[in-house]
C-alpha cells in the first residue's frame, strides 16, 4: 500500500529504539491504514433506511459476516486495528510457530467455526518471511470451506511472497495479500531484512 502515512508509521515500527507501548500503538494504527484497502472487497448488501429527512438506500455488510482470524501471537496485536474499522466482524483464532530448525510452521491451537462456507476471511499475520506459517494457514481456512481470503501484512520478504505464491497455486479460492511495503531479502535465520525485528517480541516481550 503507497500512502505517505503508511511508510511513516512503518519507520517508526523499525526503529529499534522504539518502545513497547508505542509499538503496538503504531501496529494498530497502521493495521488500519491497511484495512481500508483490504476491505475493498468485502461483501455488501443494500438496504432501505430512513433518515430524518427522507427515505433513501444504504449499504451494509452482508452476511455471514466477516470473519477476522489472527494468527497467534503476533497477529493479535493487529486485532484491534482491524475491529477498529469493521467492528462487526467475527472473529477466529488460529494458533502457529515456526520451527526454527526447519522453518516450518507447527499449529498448535486454533478457535474457528468448523463450517466457513461462504466466508470472507481476513488473515492477521504481521510478517510474510518464508510463507509457510501464512500458507497454511490459508490452507486450513480454505479447507473448512472459506471462499475468500485476504491477507494482511506489515511486511513482506520477496521469497516469501513467491512461496506462498506456490504454495496456494493449486487453490480455486481467491486470495489477495495487502502489505505495508516488501522488503530486500530473508537471512540465513529466515528473518527480513532489514525489516522490524521479530514482531511478536517487540508487542509482547521475550517468548521463551
Not at 502515512?5 to 507501548?21: F, I, N
Not at 476491505?39 to 449499504?59: N, S
Not at 477476522?68 to 475491529?83: E, F, K, Q, T
Not at 493449486?170 to 486470495?175: A, E, I, R, W
Amino acid at each position: 500500500m503507497k500512502h505517505p502515512l503508511v511508510d511513516h508509521k512503518l519507520t517508526l515500527l523499525r526503529e529499534a529504539s522504539t518502545e513497547q507501548p508505542t509499538f503496538r500503538r503504531l501496529v494498530e494504527e497502521l493495521v488500519t491504514l491497511l484495512a481500508y484497502e483490504a476491505t475493498r472487497g468485502v461483501r455488501v448488501r443494500q438496504v432501505d433506511i430512513t433518515t430524518p429527512v427522507a427515505r433513501t438506500t444504504g449499504t451494509r455488510l452482508a452476511q455471514p459476516a466477516p470473519l477476522v482470524v489472527p494468527i497467534l501471537r503476533a497477529g493479535l496485536g493487529m486485532l484491534d486495528g482491524m475491529l477498529r474499522l469493521m467492528p462487526a466482524a467475527e472473529v477466529g483464532f488460529l494458533g502457529m510457530i515456526r520451527d526454527e530448525e526447519t522453518l516450518m510452521p507447527v499449529t498448535y491451537a486454533e478457535r474457528l467455526p468448523q463450517d466457513l462456507s461462504g466466508r470472507q476471511c481476513y488473515v492477521l499475520d504481521p510478517m510474510l518471511a518464508t510463507g509457510g506459517s501464512l500458507g497454511e494457514a490459508v490452507k486450513f481456512l480454505v479447507g473448512r470451506g472459506a471462499d475468500d481470503i485476504t491477507a494482511i501484512c506489515l511486511l513482506a520478504a520477496p521469497e516469501g511472497i513467491e512461496n506462498i505464491q506456490n504454495l496456494l497455486a493449486h487453490l480455486d479460492v481467491p486470495c489477495t495479500l495487502v502489505v505495508a511495503a516488501v522488503d530486500e531479502r530473508l537471512d540465513e535465520q529466515g528473518y527480513i531484512v532489514p525489516g522490524l525485528g521479530d514482531a511478536g517480541d517487540r508487542l509482547y516481550g521475550l517468548a521463551d
